[in-house]
Nanobody
Framework: DVQLQASGGGLVEAGGSLRLSCAAS????????IGWFRQAPGKEREGVSSISIRQGTVFYVDSVKGRFTISSDNDKNTVYLQMNNLKSEDTAVYYC??????????????????WGKGTQVTVSS
């Protein structure tokens, strides 16, 4: 079975940092685009960032550019999302996701093959 295990959420003050981790198992890691989505209370789920494991290319939505950094450790089948300068509007449940795509942005635009359980990020102002 494919599993995506997200961790690293928590409570942080505005301007602070958190690092989320997504450990993948049961899939051929290099064949996937792995990414992060988030859902704030009362809002739809939105894509945040993604990384093509094979190509090493990355994608960010405008609202997190310059603050968030996505990376992967292929030996550990793990993707990280380093979140700096957090803002109250970043408060949400963050979900790890995987899709078998060539283009790194396609995961956020065309759908997800596998979802992980969410991890809560709360930014206090």
């Amino acid at each position: 079975d494919v599993q995506l295990q997200a961790s690293g959420g928590g409570l942080v003050e505005a301007g602070g940092s958190l690092r989320l981790s997504c450990a993948a198992s049961g899939l051929h890691f290099e064949n996937y685009v792995i990414g992060w989505f988030r859902q704030a209370p009362g809002k739809e789920r939105e894509g945040v960032s993604s990384i093509s494991i094979r190509q090493g290319t990355v994608f960010y939505v405008d609202s997190v550019k310059g603050r968030f950094t996505i990376s992967s450790d292929n030996d550990k089948n793990t993707v990280y999302l380093q979140m700096n300068n957090l803002k109250s509007e970043d408060t949400a449940v963050y979900y790890c996701a995987a899709g078998s795509y060539w283009n790194v942005a396609d995961l956020l635009n065309y759908g997800v093959d596998y979802w992980g359980k969410g991890t809560q990020v709360t930014v206090s102002s």
